[in-house]
């Protein structure tokens, strides 16, 4: 199982592993490296978007985007009605670049009031560019950050004001 994997490999630098190629028997010694989680420490809930950095699956996917990473919406939310989908990055917001990420974001959509219009320009994984937009919605749907505290391995949930 991967759990006896990760206990014979802790503590250890590197391991030897036994494969098996071309009907062949081959030990490789390969490094170890110390994962925690999926890298995601921080996640912006606006509008109904889950928004975070993206993570290690994606950059294994060779997609060399920078933004806000939308990694999923939730049923009924702006996002959701006006049909902005999950899987791409933000790099806009109301002509502002967002490309330097949460803060940059964050930072863009802190002025913008209730029910207040908003264009986002996208890009998918296959970088096409898609401009969508969407009113705020901030009674239902307020702007929320969720941090992980690594001092005490537990979220913390932080409320935006507009």
Known sequence: TFRD??????????VELTLWRDSTEMRVPVDCELLRGSGTDRVVLWAGLLLQKPYRAIHEMGVPLSGVYCSYYLYGSPAHFYNLKACRYIVEVNGQSVVDGLDAFLDVVKPLGDDAPVRLKTVD?????????LKTDYLFWPTRELKLDNTHDDWQLISHKH
């Open 125 to 133: 994984l296959q970088e096409q560019a898609i401009a969508y937009t």
């Open 5 to 14: 994997v990760e206990s014979r490999a802790l503590g250890k630098g590197s």
